[in-house]
Structures are given as structure tokens and as C-alpha cells.
């Protein structure tokens, strides 16, 4: 069984910033995209940041120029650098794994800013 494993969440003042990460605990397949959700509770769960197998990336409008996903490719492991985080960024971040075998998710990490 494949896990997700996230970890950077937390809590911070508004203006701060944080980062976030996502590993794999084991690789065996093709790994397609890598992408961050997040949810708040009683919301839908909407997409943050994707980025794909060539590198492409998409952010939802609500964090351009504020966040940037990246990816180690070896080790398969997402980031979201957070940057200039206010309070309506408060939400349960989960990490997506789009593979040729399946999707799989993180359990999710709160992230709570304050103001």
C-alpha cells in the first residue's frame, strides 16, 4: 500500500510563510503529476498547484505569485513554498500522486494563519 506522507504544516501570522512536502513511501510506477489541494471544512476541495511530468505548472488564481509547487523528480517528493499567507489560506492541505496505476492522496496537514 502506497502512503503519502506530508509534513510543514502549521501555524503562522499573516505575511508568513511555509512549506510544505510530499513523499511517496515507495515508487514502483510512473509518476505523472504531483499536485497540492486543500479544504476547508464544509467547502469543496480545490485544486492549489499542480505540476506535471515535463515540469508544467498550474495554480489556481487565488495563490499565483504567492505559492510555487516544485518537484524532486528522483526522490518523487512535491513542495509548496507558501509565501505572503493570509488568513484565507487557513485549510487542510492534501497532496495528490497522479501515477499510471491509480491516484493516490496524503491524509493531510493544517495550515492555520492567523492575523
Known amino acids: 500500500q502506497v502512503q503519502l506522507v506530508e509534513s510543514g504544516g502549521g501555524w503562522v501570522q499573516a505575511g508568513g510563510s511555509l512549506r510544505l512536502s510530499c513523499t511517496p513511501s515507495?515508487?514502483?510506477?510512473?509518476?505523472?503529476?504531483m499536485a497540492w489541494y486543500r479544504q476547508v471544512l464544509g467547502d469543496e476541495r480545490e485544486l492549489v498547484a499542480q505540476?506535471?511530468?515535463?515540469?508544467?505548472?498550474l495554480y489556481a488564481d487565488s495563490v499565483k505569485g504567492r505559492f510555487t509547487i516544485s518537484r524532486n523528480k528522483a526522490r518523487n517528493t512535491a513542495y509548496l513554498q507558501m509565501n505572503n499567507l493570509t488568513p484565507e489560506d487557513t485549510a487542510i492541505y492534501y497532496c495528490?500522486?497522479?501515477?499510471?496505476?491509480?491516484?493516490?492522496w496524503g491524509q493531510g496537514t493544517q495550515v492555520t494563519v492567523s492575523s
Open positions: 495528490k500522486m497522479t501515477s499510471n496505476v491509480r491516484d493516490y
Open positions: 515507495r515508487t514502483t510506477f510512473a509518476v505523472y503529476a
Open positions: 505540476i506535471n511530468i515535463d515540469g508544467s505548472t
